[in-house]
């Protein structure tokens, strides 16, 4: 089992799961171009993508899905709240499947187990990823953490995690006002100590790989999130990664 990231951020998310012969894209927020682009940096054709799973209808998420889908006949999983959201652009897809945000499904060799959090959408979901042996955890675009959510992030053994914003510096930053509440509310993006105080709560003991992920490019930097991850796992910065929004992360393995 296998992760990659085409890219991490408000400009379009997109992250590659492989397990035996399934390769999965969770969510596409970028042009077909620029996806079939980042695709190629990891080695990989856009056609041997077997299935999109989709988080949520923002653009930076999904933005690109029906097009790719529709290029490449890539079928896409996702909520019935974000389907409704976006039924028109999605009207024409090749096949679509609805998932509920507490049920397990499995796409090929992947073992995909949703769950709901709390964020500004209609339904969204983050996903656990499995081989049944291995577990990758994924949580982005949530404003606080929720019992149900460390439930099913504990015990992994990697985690892309959203660190996305510093509280000092979205406080001082230029934003408007509303948007520094919507950012920084319950349901808006998790700053980096209360990522921090998640990680505190789960069972790391397992973890293999932890990756920072969709940082703010105003709000925050790569530095102040390793710092509160790494001092939450006590461990070195340094084996803290991060998602970058021009180049994501590379191919991690889980052994």
Not at 75 to 85: C, F, M
Not at 182 to 201: D, K, M, Q, Y
Not at 216 to 229: F, R
Request: aromatic fraction near 8%; glycine fraction near 10%; charged fraction near 20%.
């Amino acid at each position: 089992m296998r992760f990659a990231c085409l890219g991490s951020g408000s400009r379009g998310n997109g992250l590659v799961v492989e397990v035996g012969d399934t390769r999965l894209l969770l969510d596409c927020g970028f042009t077909l171009k620029e996806a079939v682009i980042r695709l190629s940096r990891l080695g990989l054709d856009p056609d041997t993508i077997d299935g999109i799973v989709v988080t949520h209808e923002h653009d930076d998420h999904i933005g690109g899905v029906a097009r790719f889908a529709r290029r490449f006949g890539t079928p896409v999983w996702l909520t019935h709240g974000t389907l409704r959201s976006v039924e028109k652009m999605f009207a024409s897809l090749p096949m679509i499947n609805i998932i509920d945000g507490y049920q397990r499904f499995s796409v090929g060799d992947v073992e995909i187990e949703p769950y709901p959090v709390p964020h500004d959408a209609q339904e969204p979901a983050q996903f656990v990823f499995s081989n049944g042996a291995r577990r990758l955890g994924v949580l982005t675009d949530a404003g606080c953490s929720t019992p149900h959510i460390e439930a099913t992030l504990s015990n992994c053994d990697a985690l892309v995690l959203e660190c996305n914003h510093d509280a000092q510096m979205l406080a001082s930053s230029d934003y408007p006002w509303s948007l520094k509440q919507r950012v920084g509310g319950r349901f808006g993006h998790l700053e980096n100590a209360v990522s921090a105080g998640l990680l505190e709560s789960l069972d790391c003991s397992r973890l293999q790989h932890i990756v920072a992920a969709h940082l703010s490019q105003k709000n925050n930097t790569p530095l102040l999130a390793q710092t509160v991850l790494s001092s939450a796992l006590n461990c070195g910065i340094d084996w803290i990664g991060v998602a970058s929004q021009d180049d994501g992360f590379a191919w991690r393995q889980l052994f």
